[in-house]
């Protein structure tokens, strides 16, 4: 599937890793949600890749506890395929795909985060059982929220959150790795790869790595 881009909200295909949604207003500016509306990419149900439309939706209201969203960039990422095709468990339709997103605070009614505040969002149902990140907005749970700052384009912070959280979640939670110890990545010159390898110096960890091209060693 091509990837896409908002400019003046309006979408247009690119090549590249990642959806970019440039914000023609600012984000900070409080949402109308009862007459706003946004563009996403919708799935009535599983099908082939033009099963993807981009439809006008309004713009979620976000309840106490809740975060709305105004996102930037979002990674794609094989679960989205899965449940394009059907594969996935749990899934309900018709649904707005994306189990992440970046971008910044639009409206947060319990006060967790501030209006304008970068935020990552990630999991815990996106685009799964309820609608996430492939839209210009959306509202989630604020548990689930991740604030940070950096100046980085958002075409790279946009690949961030599930690439760290693999990496992050496959050191702790599936190895429990120990500063001292081993470690072999495979495949160590892709994204997630390369996110390990830096955890896992941060950890004070014995790093070594494998890769299929001989012009990345």
Known sequence: MHNLIAKSDTFSRISGSHM???VTNPPWKRVDAMT?????????GPGAPGALTIRSL??????TGQVLIRVKAFGLNRSELHTRLGLAEGVTF??????EATGVVAECPGGEFEPGQQVVTMMGGMGRTFDGGYAEYTCVPAGQVIAFRSELD?????????MLQTANGSLSIGLNAQAGQSILIRGGTSSIGMATAVLAKLKNMTLLSTTRSEAKT
């Not at 309004?58 to 309840?63: E, L, Q, R, Y």
């Open 20 to 22: 970019i949604v440039a």
């Open 36 to 44: 706003g509306t946004m563009q996403a990419i919708f799935l009535d």
């Open 58 to 63: 309004p713009i979620p209201v976000p309840a």
């Open 94 to 99: 018709p649904r707005v795909l994306g189990i």
């Open 154 to 162: 958002w075409s790279v912070l946009g690949a961030v959150p599930e």
